[in-house]
């Protein structure tokens, strides 16, 4: 399964941006997706993630209500659309994938060691 983040740039604070994800090799409807994220000297943290099953989300407290995360299965893609960046959402950006993954939430994981694929990484600068 190869996985294949885009869509990275420089946007001034306060824009937005949408990150793609395309994903080969497997069948894409049977993962849950997610993002993580991760700023130097920080570890990878989890932003958000849509479930293989019915396309519930589950988004972290720092993104919630800026951030969304979709999928299309016909065309193998996640997607992470942000708005009304932040500085401190500067970061590599990943795109994952968890064999019918449900985490805690029952929508899928927060944890990085629970996914089975990721993607290459997709750097974003916010400047202030």
């Known amino acids: 399964v190869q996985l294949q983040a885009f869509g990275g740039g420089l946007v001034q604070a306060g824009g937005s941006l949408r990150l793609s994800c395309a994903v080969s090799?497997?069948?894409?409807?049977?993962?849950?997706m997610g993002w993580f994220r991760q700023s130097p000297g920080k570890e990878r943290e989890f932003v958000a993630v849509?479930?293989?099953?019915?396309?519930?989300?589950f988004y972290a407290d720092s993104v919630k209500g800026r951030f969304t995360i979709s999928r299309d299965n016909a065309k193998n893609t996640v997607y992470l659309q942000m708005n009304s960046l932040k500085p401190e959402d500067t970061a590599v950006y990943y795109c994952?994938?968890?064999?019918?993954?449900?985490?805690?939430?029952?929508?899928?994981?927060?944890?990085?060691?629970?996914?089975?694929?990721w993607g290459q990484g997709t750097l974003v600068t916010v400047s202030s």
């Open positions: 994952a994938a968890d064999y019918h993954g449900l985490g805690s939430s029952g929508l899928g994981s927060e944890e990085p060691w629970e996914y089975d694929y």
């Open positions: 849509i479930s293989w099953r019915g396309g519930g989300t």
């Open positions: 090799g497997s069948t894409f409807s049977s993962y849950s």
